[in-house]
């Protein structure tokens, strides 16, 4: 599976952004997708994921009523719409793809179950 993450950006604190992910070399509904993102000299972490379907979703408390994840299998392509940004959301954000989550649990959430990624792309909030 090859991912290509885009959308990133320079935005004004509170305002909207979407993210995309485009897959390709595997039927897309055969994976979990999932968002994460790492700041500066920070480790990186869960944003949020989304079940094969599209029909189950998992979101960080951090980011919880504000962003949602979405997928198109029919086009192999997934979003992350951020609104209401913060400063704090800064960070690169990838997207990556696991076939080792047989449910949405709470393993959605660890970085080394997800066995494809993208190459990333910076959002920048400004204050």
């Known amino acids: 599976v090859q991912l290509q993450a885009s959308g990133g950006g320079l935005v004004q604190a509170g305002g909207p952004l979407r993210l995309s992910c485009a897959a390709s070399g595997r039927p897309f509904g055969t994976y979990v997708m999932g968002w994460f993102r790492q700041a500066p000299g920070k480790e990186r972490e869960f944003v949020a994921a989304?079940?094969?379907?599209?029909?189950?979703?998992d979101y960080a408390d951090s980011v919880k009523g504000r962003f949602s994840i979405s997928r198109d299998n029919a086009i192999n392509t997934g979003h992350l719409r951020m609104n209401s940004l913060k400063p704090e959301d800064t960070a690169v954000y990838y997207c990556?793809?696991?076939?080792?989550?047989?449910?949405?649990?709470?393993?959605?959430?660890?970085?080394?179950?997800?066995?494809?990624w993208g190459q990333g792309t910076g959002v920048t909030v400004s204050s």
């Open positions: 990556a793809a696991s076939t080792n989550i047989p449910t949405m649990n709470a393993s959605v959430m660890k970085p080394s179950l997800y066995g494809y």
């Open positions: 989304i079940s094969r379907s599209g029909g189950i979703t």
